[in-house]
């Protein structure tokens, strides 16, 4: 009799684990956003119990990167990665980070994998069916980037738009978007982590890029070779957290906690100690499985 408890509870239990962090989605119709955190932190169900599980893309300083110590070892940096601390640490919960390619952290979350990605999303209608989306907590802007050689050649978002031109994106990206937006006519190059994008651009492989403002101005102070030339213009401006799409416990609990680390200073501190993070000593791209710096 006992086994059978016990299996039928195994099942229950295997039952809400498919479920993932949403599990009564469809018909829940509660206001949760008029709850105080601490009326929230109880309801909050997550992937792993007890655990946040965030996934980003750790291609992008100042919002996440690889910082290197003194000993060149790699650590997870960036105000992307202090926030989701400052979250975690609010809501009692450990945070696990997961690093993958920036088009992976969206499928992850839509496949409910993840309770959040912090990757500096743009609040994309399109990606309204993968995820929730938090409050703006950064406001950002978006750039075109060449190299100081080439400045001149683009003196308007018009002239980006030649069949000769090589011109970047991250794949996944709205920055991709924009591109074959106002570029339509070059070849769109699209690269799966903003590192390679600079790398190509410093190479000469590629003519331009579209890259978020930020990292671009951070990527040109470590390399004076960039210009980031125009400003280019988009609707869904500022930056968002990614939640597992139907948790809104979770969703209202991170509102909450992003309107405190606007209000307490400590976003902005986040943002200073990161940018000044990003222009020391950094490694380019993501990790190998090991580890250490990946080619
Ligand atoms: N804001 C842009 C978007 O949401 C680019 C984000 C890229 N983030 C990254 N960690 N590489 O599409």
Redesign the pocket.
Known sequence: MKKLFALALSALMLLGMLAGCAPKESQDTTDYSSMTLEELIPLIQTVNEGKLTMV?????AP??FYALDENDNPTLAGF?IALAQYIADKLGMELEIIPMD?KG?ITELAAKKADIGM????P?PE?EDAMDFSDVYYE?GQSFVTVQANKDLFPDLASTNKAEYQIGA?L????ADLAKENSPDADIVELS??TDIIAELLSGKLDGAYI?TL?AQAYAKNYPDLAVVLDVPYEAEG?VIGVCKGNGPLLAAINLCIQDAIADGSLEQFVTEASELASGNIHEGLLDEDQTPAE
């Open positions: 980003t893309s750790p291609d992008f919002y996440e992307d920036f952290t990757a500096g999303y743009s994309d990606r950002g991250q996944g990206s709205i920055q982590k903003v978020e990292p930056s």
